[in-house]
């Protein structure tokens, strides 16, 4: 069926996500080397302290961390295809990607309302009593809210277009669809 409408994220959000999951993974590795380098010099100074026994733990926890970052590069790369739509509309009906980019569809008649929402927040860097260090964000949801069954949270802060284009297709799709726009 063909698309009449499709969103997804823009490419330079997921490159970032790549290069500070692989910034991780080099820096992690290079770290694991010289602490094993280090661990096993003691070892050959001092050889009855037994330091030998107190490095498998470590080596086996480089390890499972390497295969964390590697899995998290491989699946920000799965990410960067090009069929991974977020908003997807076609004569059917609308497929969303909620979260974790998990697939919900719905036929157009079983969709009550389109509401949008900016959401505000704080970064983790800034202390209550200290706040020259604090930032605010912005983020914008769109929650599509079936008649039957719990809303989907999508974000759509880094779409490739602008909230309004997405208005618009919907309201071409389905004129009759009630879109609340919350812009505070």
């Not at 974790?100 to 860097?125: C, I, M």
């Not at 759509?156 to 812009?183: H, M, Q, W």
């Amino acid at each position: 069926m063909p698309l009449l409408f499709a969103f997804r994220y823009r490419r330079g959000l997921y490159l970032t996500i790549v290069i500070l999951a692989s910034v991780f993974l080099v820096s992690g590795i290079i770290f694991g080397a010289l602490a094993s380098l280090l661990l096993f010099s003691i070892d050959k100074a001092m050889p009855g302290s037994g330091i030998r026994s107190f490095s498998l733990p470590f080596i086996l926890a480089f390890f499972m961390a390497a295969v964390v970052e590697i899995f998290a590069i491989v699946h920000a790369g799965r990410k960067l295809s090009k069929k991974c739509f977020v908003l997807a509309g076609t004569e059917w009906g609308l497929t969303v990607r909620g979260a974790f980019l998990k697939e919900h569809s719905f036929a157009w008649n079983q969709l009550e309302s389109v509401f949008y929402r900016p959401a505000w927040g704080r970064t983790s860097d800034g202390h209550p009593s200290f706040r020259l260090g604090v930032r605010y964000y912005r983020r914008d949801y769109l929650y599509v809210k079936p008649y039957h069954g719990k809303s989907v949270r999508v974000d759509v802060t880094f779409l490739d277009g602008r909230i309004e284009d997405v208005f618009a297709c919907l309201s071409r799709c389905k004129p009759d669809l009630p879109i609340v726009k919350n812009y505070q």
